[in-house]
């Protein structure tokens, strides 16, 4: 497959223009003019760059890519061996990070739903990044959610607040929203889970009486790709798979 045709591909099925986000979305690092084999994890460390070269790769694609607003532009340190890794080898580099959110089938928020058996009904939050819905089981505990995540995440959860409330509206964004806690329960949350927690997380769940659970930015936000791994074997035919780095967060 031609690269300036799975990057329009990326594009159109991840619908990456509408949304605004703080990185460029899409094709980072220009490569070789054809695609046949894929890495796909969630950050584009030197790690998983290293995996690429030494697999053979001609591309890959993270949630996490190299190119942030508010960085130091220069190439040095990290930067530069990350940057020679692509370049040397002639690898293409794709990164959709809140396109890879919101995306109602394969972005981290709907992969989540899918593995925890939650239902989302509707969005909240900035660019309607947050999902709300039902869970599992109606009427479950908050601290049985946090240890059905633990199981099924391989990662302890935090759980702060009202461990016994029963929870029949849950609300969730993966990564780093728990700046959407307080929209969430505007929304109706009886529980809200995100991957990171904050200072200020912890007294706003002990005062509105709706339980937090952080259960890792890594951790929840592994399966956008991994579904894309999918879509790019079964329905594109390119040898694609998934890679998991070990990651405590």
């Given at each position: 497959?031609?690269?300036t045709?799975?990057?329009?591909?990326?594009?159109?099925?991840?619908?990456?223009?509408?949304?605004?986000?703080?990185?460029?979305?899409?094709l980072?690092?220009?490569?070789?003019?054809?695609?046949?084999?894929?890495?796909?994890?969630?950050?584009?460390?030197?790690a998983?760059?290293?995996?690429?070269?030494?697999?053979?790769?001609?591309?890959?694609?993270v949630?996490?890519?190299?190119?942030?607003?508010g960085?130091?532009?220069?190439v040095?340190?990290?930067?530069?061996?990350?940057l020679r890794?692509?370049?040397?080898?002639?690898?293409?580099?794709?990164?959709?990070?809140l396109?890879?959110?919101?995306?109602?089938?394969?972005?981290?928020?709907?992969q989540?739903?899918c593995?925890?058996?939650?239902q989302?009904?509707?969005?909240f939050?900035?660019?309607e990044?947050?999902w709300?819905?039902?869970?599992?089981?109606?009427?479950?505990?908050?601290?049985?959610?946090?240890?059905?995540?633990?199981?099924?995440?391989?990662?302890?959860?935090?759980?702060?607040?009202?461990?016994?409330?029963?929870?029949r509206r849950?609300?969730?964004c993966?990564?780093?929203?728990?700046?959407?806690?307080?929209?969430?329960?505007?929304?109706?949350a009886?529980?809200?889970?995100?991957?990171?927690?904050?200072?200020?997380?912890?007294?706003?769940?002990?005062?509105s009486?709706?339980?937090?659970?952080?259960?890792?930015?890594?951790?929840?936000e592994?399966?956008g790709?991994?579904?894309?791994?999918h879509y790019l074997?079964?329905?594109?035919?390119?040898?694609?798979?998934?890679?998991?780095?070990?990651?405590?967060?």
């Amino acid at each position: 497959m031609q690269l300036t045709e799975l990057g329009d591909h990326l594009d159109t099925l991840l619908d990456a223009p509408r949304l605004k986000d703080y990185c460029p979305n899409g094709l980072q690092v220009e490569g070789r003019p054809e695609v046949l084999r894929v890495l796909c994890g969630v950050t584009a460390s030197q790690a998983l760059l290293d995996l690429a070269v030494a697999g053979g790769h001609d591309a890959v694609f993270v949630h996490h890519g190299l190119f942030w607003k508010g960085d130091d532009g220069r190439v040095t340190g990290f930067r530069r061996r990350r940057l020679r890794t692509l370049l040397a080898n002639d690898i293409s580099l794709f990164a959709y990070h809140l396109p890879l959110d919101v995306h109602a089938e394969f972005g981290n928020n709907a992969q989540l739903a899918c593995l925890m058996g939650w239902q989302g009904e509707a969005r909240f939050a900035d660019q309607e990044l947050g999902w709300i819905g039902r869970p599992e089981e109606e009427g479950q505990s908050a601290q049985e959610i946090a240890r059905a995540l633990a199981a099924r995440l391989g990662r302890e959860p935090m759980l702060v607040g009202d461990g016994e409330r029963r929870v029949r509206r849950i609300a969730w964004c993966t990564g780093a929203a728990q700046g959407f806690f307080e929209q969430a329960i505007l929304a109706g949350a009886d529980l809200y889970v995100s991957g990171e927690i904050s200072e200020p997380t912890v007294h706003l769940a002990r005062e509105s009486g709706v339980p937090y659970i952080a259960a890792g930015h890594h951790a929840t936000e592994r399966y956008g790709a991994r579904a894309i791994a999918h879509y790019l074997n079964e329905v594109l035919g390119l040898e694609a798979r998934f890679v998991d780095l070990d990651n405590p967060v």
